[in-house]
Nanobody, 123 residues
Framework: QVQLVESGGGLVQAGGSLRLSCAAS????????MGWFRQAPGKEREFVAG????????RYADSVKGRFTISRDNAKNTVYLQMNLLKSEDTAVYLC????????????????WGQGTQVTVSL
């Protein structure tokens, strides 16, 4: 079993930055892909960014390209999401996810999920 715990959310003004963390634990944690998704009230869960754990290849949603960066610390089993130039439309619950295969933008394809951390961007 894999446990994912997010942290780092909060309230920030538009144009500001936040860094989210996702700490992973479990007896045999060896994902192929770690991903970040977000879900705003009344909206579907949407892909934000994905990271291939071994190759470090990344993929981003068009809406966050150039503003968000996903990275990992292998020794800490932690994946990060650096969010810069935040906009009000980035307001959502951000969730970390893991799967045993390559990067996909489909939420249903991920096997493990964290509880989420709230990000609120004020105007």
């Amino acid at each position: 079993q894999v446990q994912l715990v997010e942290s780092g959310g909060g309230l920030v003004q538009a144009g500001g930055s936040l860094r989210l963390s996702c700490a992973a634990s479990g007896r045999t944690f060896s994902p192929a892909t770690m991903g970040w998704f977000r879900q705003a009230p009344g909206k579907e869960r949407e892909f934000v960014a994905g990271l291939d754990w071994l190759s470090r290849n990344t993929r981003y949603a068009d809406s966050v390209k150039g503003r968000f960066t996903i990275s990992r610390d292998n020794a800490k089993n932690t994946v990060y999401l650096q969010m810069n130039l935040l906009k009000s439309e980035d307001t959502a619950v951000y969730l970390c996810a893991a799967r045993s295969w390559g990067i996909t933008t489909t939420a249903a394809s991920y096997d493990y999920w964290g509880q989420g951390t709230q990000v609120t961007v004020s105007l």
